[in-house]
Nanobody, 115 residues
Framework: QVYLRESGGGLVQPGGSLRLSCAAS????????VDWYRQALDKERELVAS???????RYEDSVSGRFTISRDNARRRLYLQMDSLQPEDTAVYYC?????????WGQGTQVTVSS
């Protein structure tokens, strides 16, 4: 059973930082690409950042240079360090993996950027 659980969301002022964590189980974490997505109110879910098993990463243009994705394969955890947060980053953030052709999602964690 694939299981993903996010934590670390909250309310932060513009310019602030948050670090999201995703705990994963049920699949071989170290050899799979795992991602962070987000979904703002009344908008489609979008890919924020990806971490591949070979160590490569990629980012959505609006977060590049502000967000950093990382992983700890031994602890089976995915992280998203978010700096210089802006109100437009407000969304529910989801951990995601495509494992054996199926999409798996965590329950999401709310990030709200507001003064």
């Amino acid at each position: 059973q694939v299981y993903l659980r996010e934590s670390g969301g909250g309310l932060v002022q513009p310019g602030g930082s948050l670090r999201l964590s995703c705990a994963a189980s049920g699949f071989h974490f170290g050899i799979n690409t795992v991602d962070w997505y987000r979904q703002a109110l009344d908008k489609e879910r979008e890919l924020v950042a990806s971490s591949s098993s070979d160590g490569s990463t990629r980012y959505e243009d609006s977060v590049s240079g502000r967000f950093t994705i990382s992983r700890d394969n031994a602890r089976r955890r995915l992280y998203l360090q978010m700096d210089s947060l802006q109100p437009e980053d407000t969304a529910v953030y989801y951990c995601h993996v495509n494992f054996r052709g199926r999409e798996y999602w965590g329950q999401g964690t709310q990030v709200t950027v507001s003064s």
